[in-house]
C-alpha cells in the first residue's frame, strides 16, 4: 500500500522526517514575494505564486534528503481559490522530485461528501467524459471521530489507487486531552481511536508490518506515543509536535519499534523558517537543508539505522 512506499523511502535515505510546507507571506523571504508579486500584481494571484515558488526552492533543496512533505490545506485556501492552485502545483512538483505528499487536510464527513473528499486529495474525477486527478496527494490526514462513516469511503479509494491515511489519534494542540484523554469503559479515547486504526488498517495490509491506515500521535506526549507504539503493532505514525510546538528527538524515540520504523516526524516552521535563526534570508533554502540533516541527525542517535528486516 502507499505507506509502503513511505517507508520504503525513508530507509532510502535513512530519515524518518517530513518537511511540513505550511507558508504564509510572514515566512517568505521579501526577494521571493517581490519577484511573485512582480508577476501578478498585488492580488491573490501574487501571494499564491509567492508560495509556490517558495515551495519549489525548499523542494529543490530538501527532496535529496527528506523523503516526504505536508502540505497544510489551510494554508493554501486562505489565498482562495490561485492557494489551491498552488497546492495542486506544489503536491505535483513534490511529486516530480520522488517525494512522497501527505495532505494535510484532516478532512472528514460521511457518505457521498466524504467520498467527494476522497476522490479530491486521493481519487479521481470524471468531467466531459475523461479522468482527472484533482490533487494527487499520497495520503491525507482525516478526523476520525465521526466513526466508521467517515472513513470507509477512504478505504476503497486507497485500495484501488495504492493511497494512505492518517487518522487524528492522539494530537499534539494543548487542549487534546479535553477530549481525548478522557474514559470509554477502561480505555481513553485516543487508545479507542487508535484500535479503530487498527481494525480499518486490516483492509489494507502493507509489506513491511504497516497497513495503509496511520495514525497522527504528537510529540508533545511522549508518554502517550510510547504506549500507543506498544499497543497498535501495524499502525503508522505521523508525529507532528517536533520543533516549535517543543517537541524533541527524545521525545519522538517512542514512536519508533525496534528496527527504527513505525513512525515520520513533522517539523514545519523549524524547516521552512530555518533562515529566520541565521539572518540571511538569501539563503532561505540552504538554511531548510541545513536544519533538515540537523533533525535528521539528531533523532538517528536515538533511533539508530533503520532497516526492513
Known amino acids: 500500500m502507499s505507506l509502503d512506499r513511505l517507508i520504503e523511502k525513508i530507509v532510502e535515505l535513512q530519515n524518518p522526517t517530513v518537511a511540513g510546507l505550511d507558508p504564509k507571506l510572514d515566512f517568505i523571504p521579501e526577494q521571493v514575494q517581490r519577484e511573485a508579486f512582480g508577476r501578478f500584481g498585488p492580488s491573490l494571484e501574487g501571494a499564491a505564486e509567492a508560495l509556490y515558488l517558495f515551495n519549489v526552492a525548499l523542494i529543490d533543496a530538501l527532496w535529496d534528503i527528506v523523503p516526504a512533505v505536508k502540505p497544510q490545506c489551510a494554508y493554501y485556501e486562505m489565498y482562495g481559490w490561485p492557494g489551491m492552485r498552488a497546492l495542486e502545483r506544489t503536491i505535483a512538483y513534490a511529486k516530480s522530485k520522488g517525494m512522497f505528499v501527505i495532505t494535510d487536510g484532516k478532512r472528514n464527513d460521511i457518505g457521498a461528501t466524504m467520498e467527494a473528499y476522497a476522490a479530491a486529495h486521493l481519487g479521481t474525477v470524471e468531467a466531459a467524459g475523461r479522468t482527472f486527478e484533482p490533487f494527487g496527494g499520497d495520503a491525507l490526514t482525516v478526523n476520525g471521530y465521526l466513526g466508521s462513516d467517515g472513513i470507509q469511503p477512504l478505504l476503497s479509494v486507497c485500495k484501488e489507487r495504492d493511497k494512505g491515511i492518517f487518522v487524528l489519534a492522539k ?139
Open 171 to 309: 494530537t499534539s494542540n494543548k487542549s487534546s486531552g479535553e477530549l481525548q484523554d478522557q474514559k470509554i469503559a477502561d480505555k481513553t479515547v485516543y487508545e479507542t481511536m487508535g484500535d479503530f486504526c487498527e481494525g480499518w488498517g486490516r483492509s489494507l495490509p502493507g509489506a513491511h508490518g504497516y497497513t495503509g491506515v496511520g495514525a497522527v500521535v504528537g510529540a508533545t506526549y511522549p508518554a502517550q506515543l510510547s504506549e500507543l507504539r506498544e499497543k497498535l503493532p501495524h499502525t503508522f505514525f505521523l508525529v507532528p509536535g517536533y520543533g516549535a510546538q517543543g517537541g524533541g528527538a527524545a521525545d519522538v524515540a517512542g514512536a519508533f519499534d525496534q528496527k527504527g520504523m513505525g513512525a515520520v516526524v513533522n517539523s514545519s516552521r523549524g524547516i521552512m523558517c530555518a533562515y529566520k535563526k541565521t539572518g540571511d534570508p538569501a539563503n532561505f533554502a540552504a538554511a531548510a537543508r541545513a536544519e533538515a540533516i540537523r533533525m535528521r541527525d539528531e533523532i538517528a542517535a536515538y533511533i539508530g539505522r533503520i532497516s526492513l528486516v
